[in-house]
Structure formats: structure tokens, C-alpha cells
């Protein structure tokens, strides 16, 4: 409950004459139509959540003992950042006593990459995920890419995959050629809760599809 406003602004807000608002018959038919142009989007929205966040099937998580090679659990991550990922996939090899190997990662921000060397000493670091050679990145078990949000969340301009600064399309693009060519067994990634939003849905929408043509089962 918020607090009760003074005597004397009450008075004022009472003492206020309402304006009335008159629109033009046009205007009331463009106003009737942009709200059912809303309730449409929104309704087609749903239908695009459902499809997204609904695993055809029986949906059973992998053991992650069947994922790994032998003993070793061998990883592959993109946009590291701080490798909030890799950190969770490090208490999931523990947790199974198995020998993780970082085998390669990428970061265009240089602090991260030098965080990256800290975490993985062995791990191959590189500036640029787009430029990455499929042909020398080492197979692995689970890959784990979080692409830049700014592109996506509400702080950033929301410019999606037209991002002008090229974080949108070509990161995507990368990841998903990078899980095509080596069949990776698992992969993760986490970004902004406004990738499910109107505005950005259908990029979503199109990862989605595009590892379930693959015969990847995707839990959202």
C-alpha cells in the first residue's frame, strides 16, 4: 500500500476539471484495430511458446556418465565470458568423477580470454567464434555457447539479429554450424529471458527447429 497523498493535493486533483476525450470515428476504428492486432500477436506468441518449451515425447535428461568419453568429459565453449557454464559443467564432472578437459574457447573481450587461461590453462583461446576452423576444433562431448544478450535484453538497443555491431546473426549462425558439423552430444547455452519475447521469438523459434532437425531433444 503507498502512502495516502496530502490534504492539499487531493483538494487539487478534485478541484481539476476531466477533460473529455473525443476521437474522430476513424480514429476509434485505427485504435479498435491496433488492438486486435495486438490480441493476434499475442495469441501467435503463445502458439510459438508452446512449440519452444514443449519436448515431443518422453522427455528424459542424459546421464551425463553416457555422455562422456571413457572418463573424460571433454567440452568446447563460445562467448565464455566469465564461463559461468564451464564453472557448472566442472561441479557436473566432480559430481561424477569425471575428468573434465576445456579443449577450446573464445571471447572477443580480452579480460575474458585471460579469465578463460586462468580457469583452463590448456584450453586453445580464441578472439573470434565466427572465424573458428571446424576442421581443427577437437571433437568433445558437450558445447557450451552463450552468445552476447545486449542484442536481445531490454537494456540493449534490441536490434536482434541486425545488430549492428554483428552480435546477433553471425554468432547464432556459428554455433549452430559448429553443432552440425562435429554432432556434438549435448549443448547448453543461457541468454536473455527476452529471446521468448514478441519482439524476438522467431530467432528462438529458429534455433529450436533447427536442433530438433538434427534429432537433438531440446529442454527450454
Given at each position: 500500500?503507498?502512502?495516502k497523498p496530502p490534504d492539499w493535493a487531493q483538494k487539487k486533483c478534485e478541484q481539476r476539471p476531466l477533460k473529455a476525450l473525443k476521437l474522430s470515428p476513424a480514429a476509434i476504428l485505427e485504435r479498435q484495430a491496433k488492438i486486435l492486432q495486438k490480441k493476434q500477436l499475442m495469441i501467435e506468441v503463445k502458439k510459438?511458446?508452446?512449440e519452444i518449451f514443449t519436448e515431443p515425447g518422453?522427455?528424459?535428461l542424459a546421464d551425463s556418465r553416457n555422455m562422456a568419453s571413457k572418463n573424460d568429459l571433454k567440452v568446447v565453449t563460445d562467448f565464455g565470458g566469465m564461463e559461468g557454464g564451464l564453472i557448472g559443467l566442472k561441479r557436473v564432472a566432480k559430481k561424477y568423477k569425471l575428468t573434465l578437459k576445456h579443449l577450446s574457447s573464445s571471447d572477443e573481450k580480452p579480460y575474458a580470454r585471460r579469465w578463460i587461461k586462468c580457469l583452463s590453462p590448456e584450453c586453445e583461446v580464441l578472439e573470434d567464434a565466427t572465424k573458428r576452423d571446424l576442421k581443427q576444433t577437437p571433437d568433445h562431448d558437450v558445447y557450451s555457447a552463450c552468445w552476447q544478450c545486449q542484442p536481445y535484453c531490454q537494456g540493449g538497443k534490441g536490434e536482434g539479429v541486425k545488430d549492428k555491431k554483428g552480435r546477433g546473426a553471425p554468432n547464432i549462425v556459428a554455433t549452430l554450424?559448429?553443432?552440425k558439423a562435429k554432432k556434438t552430444k549435448m549443448f547448453v547455452s543461457e541468454n536473455s529471458p527476452n529471446?521468448?519475447?514478441p519482439k524476438h521469438i522467431d530467432v528462438t523459434l529458429k534455433v529450436?527447429?533447427?536442433?530438433?532437425e538434427q534429432n537433438y531433444r531440446v529442454f527450454c
Open positions: 500500500m503507498g502512502k510459438k511458446r508452446a518422453e522427455a528424459r554450424r559448429l553443432i529471446l521468448v519475447a529450436v527447429r533447427t536442433l530438433r
